[in-house]
């Protein structure tokens, strides 16, 4: 069984930055998909970021259009945590954030909630204008 556990949240005004972070607990290989979703009243969730270790230990990330060159997504597997870098926040941005896993390997662009496999509880997100 994996557990996921966000934190960082919180309320900032645009322009500002956040740093979530998800720690992992449970069997999650290197290669395991790990990825950050959001989700705003009365929208999908969707996938912002994602990230897996190749076999040659590249940390290979992925990028939603909406938050290219303003979010970093990074994978510490020492320490079995994602974080997710927010930069430039917008108001558009404000959502409740998931972290998630799969149990297969890797990720591929236009990945979905419903390929993943373990979520946590989220944690909320607001922009102020």
């Known amino acids: 069984q994996v557990h996921l556990v966000e934190s960082g949240g919180g309320s900032v005004q645009a322009g500002g930055s956040l740093r979530l972070s998800c720690s992992v607990s449970?069997?999650?290989?290197?290669?395991?998909?790990m990825g950050w979703f959001r989700q705003a009243p009365g929208n999908e969730r969707e996938a912002i970021a994602t990230?897996?270790?190749?076999?040659?230990?590249?940390?290979?990330?992925d990028y939603a259009d909406s938050v290219k060159g303003r979010f970093t997504i990074s994978r510490d597997s020492a320490k079995n945590t994602v974080a997710l870098q927010m930069n430039s926040l917008k108001p558009e941005d404000t959502a409740m954030y998931y972290c998630a896993t799969r149990t297969t390997n890797g990720c591929w662009s236009g990945i979905r909630a419903g390929d993943f496999d373990y979520w946590g509880q989220g944690t909320q997100v607001t922009v102020s204008s």
């Open positions: 449970g069997s999650v290989y290197r290669n395991s998909c």
């Open positions: 990230v897996y270790i190749s076999r040659d230990l590249t940390h290979i990330t």
